[in-house]
């Protein structure tokens, strides 16, 4: 299965439906924690001037105390609309029928799969960004303290791509703890193994799948720079990203276990007729 053009489609073919749920998290998220600052910080690099470690994961991560306490607030709240999202989109792979109903069960037994999942993702993203920053700061302090800047600038980038490359990957896989514990109600130690193993049936696709939707992100975010609209391109970055994480951790998760998809089972009929 080519997993991102499957992801993609239905992306596309259920646009609102998948928006009606991603919209308000991605204001949230977008507007006030401003998930993709770290790209801002590789667009004005070349122009900072920097004092220390402190300098460099501040200027990365808004670690100022207004945001750190609309953090620990979103994460309540939105983890409730993403518990909606995930099993809005799993009823319709496995029924074949949207429904904008609300169920409140339904968001009671994905909540706390969903929230433990976000926790080790945004410990999973302040441990990347904290290594991140050690090695931008080492490459600044050989290269750009040197006289070097332009070797120091693509360096940072580098290491960035990497750095992306291994946090989108991280989404995919405890996106897959969480649909283990939330539709097979595994314990949290075997999700964790469980969703390494899905993850790796195909490892190639998986990683470059879970990579692409960050990359075309990141791009949109640098250009935000330039236009000087940066609040909008963290918008529609978490506006692009958050649906696809959810989509693609239940395909992977509904074609590892061979579960059919009354979605995808409707449309071959109807091209049939």
């Not at 993609?8 to 998948?18: D, L, S």
């Not at 607030?73 to 949207?98: D, N, Q, Y």
């Not at 049936?201 to 791009?219: D, E, G």
Request: charged share 10%; net charge positive; glycine share 6%.
């Amino acid at each position: 299965m080519n997993y991102f053009k499957s992801v993609t489609a239905y992306y596309f073919k259920n646009f609102w439906f998948v928006m009606l749920f991603s919209l308000i998290p991605a204001i949230y998220i977008g507007l006030l924690l401003h998930p993709f600052q770290f790209v801002e910080f590789l667009y004005n690099y070349p122009n900072e001037e920097f004092n220390g470690f402190a300098s460099f994961i501040s200027a990365m991560l808004p670690l100022d105390t207004i945001t750190l306490v609309l953090g620990l607030i979103g994460l309540v709240f939105v983890t409730i609309l993403i518990s909606m999202l995930l099993g809005k989109i799993e009823a319709h792979f496995r029924l074949g029928k949207k429904s904008l109903a609300f169920k409140s069960s339904g968001v009671n037994n994905n909540f706390s799969s969903v929230l433990i999942s976000s926790l080790f993702l945004m410990i999973a993203f302040l441990v990347i960004m904290v290594i991140l920053s050690l090695l931008i700061m080492l490459v600044n302090f050989i290269f750009a303290n040197n006289g070097m800047l332009v070797v120091s600038t693509v360096l940072n980038y580098v290491l960035t791509f990497f750095a992306l490359l291994l946090f989108s990957n991280c989404t995919t896989y405890f996106g897959l703890v969480c649909c283990e514990m939330m539709l097979m109600g595994s314990p949290l130690k075997t999700a964790l193994s469980n969703a390494g193993l899905i993850f790796h049936k195909h490892a190639f696709q998986n990683i470059c799948t879970s990579f692409l939707p960050f990359l075309f992100t990141s791009i949109l975010t640098i250009l935000g720079c330039l236009l000087n609209v940066v609040w909008l391109s963290n918008f529609i970055g978490v506006l692009i990203v958050l649906p696809f994480v959810c989509i693609f951790a239940l395909t992977l998760f509904f074609d590892y276990y061979g579960m059919e998809r009354q979605d995808t089972k409707k449309e071959s009929k109807i091209r049939r007729c």
